[in-house]
């Protein structure tokens, strides 16, 4: 069952939904999310990618179903360039980002969203919002579960499928969350993945000092 605007507010005011710093309205069954600082905005680092893989003497593509997404994100990922070239297809300009078409980028959300470890009650799915998805922009859509008893900020995989250069600034309402409820708390945790406490693209719980 699906949560009413009226039982999201409920979920948050008792804890059983963590929305953080909580939300100053409500859809009628939905929360926005936001985009957080432009400075948390990422793009891939892909020459420096190929050139380890040169280096190293192994072949010149990412092997998505063995790699670790933490400590390759460390690796690879960058901020987004404010001294574009030619080639760039996504840049900052001041305090926004452009998004060209089929530029592709990692920016987290303000708020942290989940459910708490203890009795969780609740599970999230993440949906972009249709006004920006016919101008061709892409958020999110291949793993959109947040699964019981995890909470954090959460990083927004976004791509510009469309003709327009998109402009992205913090504060941006791209995405929302939808939540229902589940027929029991689990009794297993996820043995591996994200960091629960998540304030950071690449996964990482804790300080971003």
């Not at 999201?8 to 939904?17: D, H, N, S, Y």
């Not at 990692?106 to 006004?131: A, H, Y």
């Not at 699964?147 to 003709?163: M, S, V």
């Not at 409820?181 to 996964?203: C, D, H, Y």
């Given at each position: 069952?699906?949560l009413?605007?009226?039982?999201?507010?409920?979920?948050?005011?008792?804890?059983?939904?963590?929305?953080?710093?909580?939300?100053?309205?409500?859809?009628?069954?939905?929360?926005?999310?936001?985009?957080?600082?432009?400075?948390?905005?990422?793009?891939?680092n892909?020459?420096?990618?190929?050139?380890?893989?040169?280096?190293?003497?192994?072949?010149?593509?990412?092997?998505?179903?063995?790699?670790?997404y933490?400590?390759?994100?460390?690796?690879?990922?960058?901020?987004?360039?404010?001294?574009?070239?030619?080639?760039?297809?996504?840049?900052?300009?001041?305090?926004?980002?452009?998004?060209?078409?089929?530029?592709?980028?990692?920016?987290?959300?303000?708020?942290?969203?989940g459910?708490?470890?203890?009795?969780?009650?609740?599970?999230?799915?993440?949906?972009?919002?249709?006004?920006?998805?016919?101008?061709?922009?892409l958020?999110?859509?291949?793993?959109?579960?947040?699964?019981?008893?995890?909470?954090?900020?959460?990083?927004?995989?976004?791509?510009?499928?469309?003709?327009?250069?998109?402009?992205?600034?913090a504060?941006?309402?791209?995405?929302?969350i939808?939540?229902?409820?589940?027929?029991?708390?689990?009794t297993?945790?996820?043995?591996?993945?994200?960091?629960?406490g998540?304030?950071?693209?690449?996964?990482?719980?804790?300080?971003?000092?």
């Amino acid at each position: 069952m699906y949560l009413s605007d009226r039982d999201l507010k409920f979920a948050v005011e008792t804890g059983q939904l963590i929305v953080d710093p909580k939300p100053e309205e409500y859809d009628t069954t939905s929360i926005d999310l936001h985009l957080d600082d432009v400075s948390e905005a990422k793009v891939w680092n892909v020459d420096a990618f190929k050139q380890k893989q040169e280096e190293s003497g192994s072949d010149a593509w990412l092997r998505v179903g063995k790699y670790k997404y933490r400590a390759f994100s460390r690796l690879f990922y960058k901020s987004v360039p404010t001294h574009p070239n030619d080639n760039d297809l996504v840049y900052r300009n001041g305090d926004r980002v452009i998004l060209k078409p089929k530029g592709f980028l990692l920016w987290q959300t303000r708020e942290s969203v989940g459910t708490p470890e203890t009795d969780p009650r609740l599970i999230c799915f993440i949906n972009g919002k249709s006004s920006s998805a016919r101008s061709g922009l892409l958020v999110h859509t291949t793993a959109p579960t947040i699964h019981a008893r995890w909470w954090g900020q959460i990083t927004l995989e976004i791509a510009n499928l469309g003709p327009f250069d998109l402009c992205l600034g913090a504060g941006d309402a791209i995405s929302q969350i939808v939540v229902a409820t589940i027929s029991s708390p689990p009794t297993k945790r996820k043995k591996e993945g994200i960091a629960i406490g998540q304030r950071e693209v690449g996964g990482n719980a804790g300080s971003r000092d």
